[in-house]
């Protein structure tokens, strides 16, 4: 059996993504994609064996990707202030196209799913690397029953709920963090 090529699975990637970008996601499949990459069918089945895996590699790379470019573009001083701008960085990366990604993995919506909470698993531990870089929360405030961890999955799974449902903004939620971590 021929070893698979990375190379060739990134470059089979990115024209399903030019694909998407251009005809849209629907246009996908393994034919159209082995058309665009100039390759024979077979090769596209060496690396992705349906439109369902097609898409969740697309998916993973675009949150990859997303997650990456966030890490440069939000820059404010609090934790309170940078959670605020990643909200706005991510709503505005899902309203993009990665909520019309998300939609349309439809059988393989589970291994979605999966894949997604693996991405959240990263966001969180760059909650906690911000967290800890906010001179003004207090260390002693965490203990056994409070701890950083508990406290930024608490953060992620509203800040996931307010994603999802296209809230306008997550005042609410930076309030409570606030007299949670600041006392104010």
């Known amino acids: 059996m021929r070893k698979k090529d990375d190379t060739l699975r990134e470059a089979l990637l990115d024209f399903a993504c030019e694909i998407a970008d251009t005809e849209g996601i629907q246009a996908i499949n393994i034919r159209a994609l082995a058309k665009k990459a100039n390759v024979a069918t077979g090769t596209v ?77 990263e966001l969180e ?23 950083q961890r508990q406290f930024v999955r ?4 509203n800040l996931m709920l307010l994603l999802k449902t296209q809230a306008s903004d997550i005042n609410f939620l930076i309030a409570i963090i606030k007299r949670s971590i600041y006392g104010t």
């Open 45 to 121: 089945y060496n690396y992705f064996t349906s439109k369902d895996e097609i898409l969740l590699a697309i998916t993973e790379k675009y949150w990859q990707q997303t997650l990456l470019e966030m890490k440069t573009a939000v820059t404010s001083g609090s934790f309170c202030e940078q959670l605020q701008e990643i909200f706005i960085f991510l709503k505005e990366q899902i309203q993009k196209s990665a909520g019309t990604l998300m939609g349309s993995l439809g059988n393989a919506a589970a291994e979605g799913y999966i894949r997604m909470m693996s991405m959240q698993s």
């Open 125 to 147: 531990t760059e909650l906690i690397r911000r967290m800890e870089q906010d001179n003004d929360i207090p260390g002693d405030i965490w203990d056994e029953t409070f701890t």
């Open 154 to 157: 608490f953060i992620m799974m």
